[in-house]
């Protein structure tokens, strides 16, 4: 019995989440082709459904079609990866100067409990990554939202958003950035609380340069050179 379009939009919905968490968590690592008859074995579900998810998937930007090759998880450039970077500071760092303004007690509160959550997550997995889950449970998703700028979520929770959970994901296992993460996001919340719009740009701009100094620094990148604010 073949599923109704319900079914098969419920099922596609579920997949292309198990297939997300398991390219950002490295499982389906960067580069790697992509066989639909495995996937379908692998997650118990029927062609229609996998291909509406591998649709959704290629929409996120975390696989790409080529002609005579097929379908490949993305793998980026380094160049391109610290071309992310650099957009999200200077993106995020706005974003985190208008939550400072914009956020409400109720959100900030809500922001605080998250990070207490989190904490119990990297001590569980001893400081060994720092994995957040999309959306709302995603500290960088939540100052976006806090911005109330809908050209901001626009940009930074759809066209770039899980490709960076990827790459923030992968280049925090086994490190000690877990940790400063962490304690940097506490940091970032209280000058938000202060009511404090430079001080919470200048806090999260820090921390993502942070962040991409981390992947410079495990790809062994010669960090460009721009002048003292590079």
Partial sequence: MSESPIESRTLADKVCEQIVTAIVVGDIPPGQKISEPELARTYGISRGPLREA???????????????????????????????????EALEGMACRMAAEFMTEQEIDALRTLLDEHERSVEQLDGRSYFQKEGDLDFHYRIVQGSKNEKLLELLGSDLYHLVRMYRYQFSVS???????????????????ARDPELAEMLMRRHISAARKNIEAKLDVAPHREGKHG
């Fill in 175 to 193: 490190s000690s950035r877990p940790k400063r993460a962490l304690k940097e996001h506490r940091q970032i919340v209280d000058a938000i609380e």
């Fill in 54 to 88: 591998m649709r959704r998937l290629e929409g996120l930007r975390l696989i790409e079609r080529k002609p005579h090759v097929g379908a490949r998880v993305v793998k980026l450039s380094i160049k391109e990866l610290i071309e992310i970077y650099r957009v999200r």
